[in-house]
C-alpha cells in the first residue's frame, strides 16, 4: 500500500513508500545521516547565537558590545491546549522603556528551536526591532533525539495536519501572551507586526497569513489579522495541493521571498526543487512583493549553520540576507523603499534573481 505524509507540511512530492524489511534500515539511515547535516542543530550552536549577537551588534554600530542585544526566554504554557510554547525575545537594550518596537515573530524549520537563526534575531533587535522566534514542540529539535530507527516515524508525525495547525495556533497563542505581558507588552507596538519564517516555519507563516486549505468540504482558516507583512525564507508548496494560486490568494500583505538556486529539499521519499519557492511567490496575491533568488547555496544555509552551501557563500547569504530583510521591513513600515532598491547591486555577484513588485 502507498504511504505518504497527508500533512500539510510543504515538504514536495512524495516519490517512493518506506517498506519493511533491510532496505527500512537503509533508508532510515540515510534520513537520519542527510537530515541531521541539513537541519539538526549543530553542537557548536550555542557558542553560534551568542556569535549572532556579537556580530548584529558590531553591525549596528556597538563595536562588538553584545549588551546592544538582549535575550528572554520564556516558557510559555497553552492550557487550552496542554502544548508548552516556548520562546526567545530579542531586544535592543539601548531602547529599553524609550519606545514601542515593531516585532517580529519567527517560526523555525523542521527539528528547529528558539535558539535558532539568531543571526537575524539579534540582528533586528542591533536594529530597533523586538524578535520572537518561537519552538513549536510538536516538530521541533527533539525530533532528533530518540531511537534513529524511528526517526522516520518522527518526521511524519510532525508533518501531520494537526502538528501544521498547532503551530499556527502557537504564533497566535505567544502575540497574546506577549502582547499581554505585564512587563513586555509595553515594548511592542501591536500595529507593526511582522511574521518570518523558514521552511516549515514558512508555510506556518503562510497559514497564519491567510493561505486557505480545503479539506472535505471545508475551508482551513487561519489567519491572523495581526500580521502586517511577512519574510518567507524558502517557502516550500503545499504538499498534496495542485493549485498554489487558489491556496495563496488570501495573503494579500507585503510578502518578502527568500531563496536560492540550490535550495533542494532532497531527502529519501522527497523532492522538493528550487522551482517550488518560486511557485509559492508567483502564487501569492499580494500587490506588493519581493523576490531574492541567492546563486548556489543550499536549503539549510538560512538556519544558523556556518557552513552549509559553502563556508564563504554561507557567510555572505546570511549578511545580505539580513540586509535585504531589513531594507523590507523599513519600506513596511514607512521607511523608504531606497535600500530596498539599492540592495541588488550591493550583492550582486551572489545573486541570481531579483524581483520588486508593487514596490
Avoid at 534575531?121 to 542591533?126: D, H, L, N, R
Avoid at 514558512?202 to 491572523?224: F, K, P, S
Wanted: glycine share 10%.
Amino acid at each position: 500500500m502507498r504511504t505518504r505524509v497527508a500533512g500539510l507540511l510543504p515538504v514536495g512530492r512524495w516519490r517512493r513508500p518506506v517498506r519493511g524489511g533491510p532496505a527500512v534500515i537503509a533508508v532510515v539511515v540515510s534520513v537520519w545521516l542527510t537530515l541531521c547535516l541539513a537541519f539538526a542543530p549543530s553542537l557548536a550552536q550555542a557558542a553560534e547565537v551568542q556569535a549572532g549577537i556579537v556580530a548584529s551588534a558590531r553591525a549596528s554600530g556597538h563595536d562588538g558590545d553584545a549588551a546592544a542585544v538582549i535575550a528572554h526566554d520564556h516558557d510559555w504554557f497553552d492550557a487550552t491546549r496542554q502544548r508548552p510554547v516556548p520562546v526567545r525575545l530579542y531586544l535592543p537594550a539601548a531602547a529599553a522603556g524609550e519606545h514601542a518596537l515593531p516585532l517580529v515573530v519567527f517560526s523555525h524549520g523542521i527539528g528547529g528551536s528558539r535558539r535558532g537563526y539568531s543571526y537575524l534575531g539579534a540582528y533586528w533587535a542591533s536594529q530597533g526591532y523586538a524578535s520572537l522566534h518561537l519552538q513549536h514542540v510538536g516538530s521541533d529539535r527533539s525530533l532528533w533525539t530518540g531511537n534513529v530507527f524511528s526517526l522516520v516515524g518522527r518526521l511524519q508525525a510532525a508533518a501531520q495536519e494537526d502538528e501544521a495547525i498547532a503551530r499556527v495556533a502557537d504564533l497566535r497563542f505567544a502575540l497574546d501572551q506577549l502582547l499581554a505581558h505585564p512587563q513586555l507588552a509595553a515594548r511592542i507596538d501591536p500595529a507593526r507586526i511582522v511574521a518570518a519564517g523558514h521552511s516549515y516555519g514558512a508555510n506556518t507563516v503562510m497559514l497564519a497569513l491567510g493561505a486557505r486549505i480545503e479539506r472535505h468540504g471545508r475551508v482551513i482558516d487561519l489567519a491572523e489579522p495581526r500580521l502586517r507583512a511577512a519574510i518567507l525564507l524558502s517557502a516550500p508548496p503545499f504538499y498534496g495541493e495542485s493549485d498554489s494560486a487558489k491556496i495563496l490568494a488570501g495573503i494579500t500583505v507585503p510578502t518578502l521571498h527568500v531563496t536560492a538556486t540550490e535550495d533542494i529539499i532532497r531527502i529519501p521519499g522527497y523532492y522538493s526543487g528550487a522551482e517550488d519557492r518560486i511557485a509559492v511567490f508567483a502564487g501569492v496575491a499580494g500587490p506588493r512583493k519581493v523576490l531574492a533568488v541567492f546563486a548556489g547555496g543550499s536549503h539549510s544555509m538560512f538556519t544558523d549553520r556556518a557552513g552549509s552551501g559553502g563556508v564563504e557563500l554561507n557567510a555572505q547569504v546570511k549578511a545580505a540576507t539580513r540586509d535585504l530583510s531589513l531594507a523590507f521591513l523599513r519600506s513596511v513600515f514607512g521607511g523608504g523603499d531606497a535600500a530596498l532598491r539599492d540592495w541588488p547591486a550591493r550583492y550582486g555577484s551572489i545573486v541570481a534573481r531579483f524581483v520588486a513588485e508593487g514596490s
